[in-house]
């Protein structure tokens, strides 16, 4: 047993969406997360005390109050089973000067809610593709070419503020819609599952993702960045990372999307120009701790930014963990690195207010 950073003698909370433990492959992967997190903190030497997390935030006080954690590990990707609630947990954290792993509750918000993000980003002249919604009844645009005006092509229709490609499939990539149809195709998909959608230009070609994890200086590292490889899925089927893909094991789609590490000097350009724009994403949002950023690269290598998402899975065989164990972060070192970024980040002045106290 190791022992790190002076927690041995205060729990470390592990905190988690209490309804996201409902047996389907994207909850295993919660559960994944808890107990390898769990497992490599107790090897520091920490006191480790798992908390499911819902709307009782009276509670949730009163449990802090009471057992005055030194760190509280976020693994809330969701809360009360909605994905746009996940911000509440480090927005209550940051209430009472409680020190946690991750971004905080703006950055969490800003960089979910993807109409928003496209426009920060936009603003910091990082390039992101156009997007289309509904606004009390008509199409609203955001162009990527200024003109505010509807653009012929593919588009993919995405909810605005969930993770994890939930709803998409095949039948959310639309082929040269008008402006009517990509409108009716909205309000449908809102009217059957009671959230807001948007429409998002879909870039043919490449797709990337990018890991960013913050260094013991505070600063930003970049991890090898990750293609996601299509070559082996069927030619009827779109290039895309629907929800199949992610959790579907026994799909098509699971099987023949594949992680790779692009090598070889026809890439490093690319490579560079990804990481350059990951971190000027990771800037933008205020990001911390560790994040991933995802890409689409046109047919003439032009990278588009798609999403940041401020809590990337952290299981043992997600993206994240095997983008670090490339450069030679085991998934103890990685669970150290983020754990000492909350401590140092967000550790209560000794003038802060404190549940405790």
């Not at 409902?22 to 992967?29: H, I, L, S, T, Y």
């Not at 449990?63 to 089973?81: H, I």
């Not at 009517?180 to 490449?206: D, M, N």
């Not at 032009?302 to 952290?314: D, S, T």
Request: hydrophobic share 45%; proline share 6%.
């Amino acid at each position: 047993m190791m022992s790190a950073f002076g927690l041995e003698d205060l729990p470390v909370f592990l905190i988690y969406d209490g309804q996201a433990l409902n047996g389907g492959k994207a909850d295993r992967d919660v559960v994944n997360q808890l107990d390898a997190v769990e497992a490599a903190l107790i090897d520091f030497g920490c006191v480790v005390r798992r908390l499911a997390a819902d709307l009782d935030f009276a509670g949730l006080k009163e449990t802090f109050q009471r057992e005055k954690p030194r760190l509280v590990f976020n693994l809330v990707e969701s809360l009360d089973g909605a994905d746009r609630l996940q911000t509440l947990i480090p927005l209550f954290l940051e209430n009472w000067r409680l020190p946690f792993t991750g971004s905080g509750s703006t950055a969490l918000f800003l960089s979910n809610h993807k109409i928003l993000a496209k426009r920060i980003m936009a603003a910091q002249g990082i390039a992101t593709p156009a997007a289309a919604w509904l606004e009390n009844g008509s199409l609203a645009f955001f162009p990527e070419n200024g003109t505010g005006m509807f653009e012929n092509g593919d588009w993919l229709i995405k909810t605005v503020d969930s993770h994890a490609s939930v709803y998409i499939d095949d039948h959310s990539l639309l082929r040269q819609p008008d402006a009517a149809g990509l409108a009716e195709r909205l309000r449908e998909a809102e009217a059957a599952f009671t959230q807001p959608f948007f429409a998002e230009r879909f870039v043919k070609g490449r797709e990337f993702n990018v890991g960013i994890l913050e260094g013991e200086n505070g600063r930003p590292e970049i991890l090898p960045v990750a293609e996601i490889d299509f070559s082996l899925l069927s030619p009827d089927r779109p290039p895309l990372v629907g929800y199949a893909a992610k959790w579907h094991e026994e799909s098509e789609e699971y099987r023949a999307t594949r992680r790779v590490f692009p090598v070889g000097s026809q890439d490093e350009g690319l490579t560079r120009e990804l990481a350059d724009m990951a971190l000027a994403v990771w800037q933008s949002f205020g990001l911390a701790g560790y994040a991933r950023v995802d890409f689409r690269v046109d047919g003439e290598g032009r990278p588009f930014v798609l999403e940041a998402n401020a809590n990337p899975c952290l299981a043992p065989d997600a993206g994240f963990a095997a983008a670090a164990e490339r450069i030679g972060f085991g998934y103890s070192v990685l669970v150290r690195r983020i754990s000492l970024a909350g401590l140092r980040r967000s550790a209560p002045s000794p003038e802060s207010p404190h549940p405790g106290g």
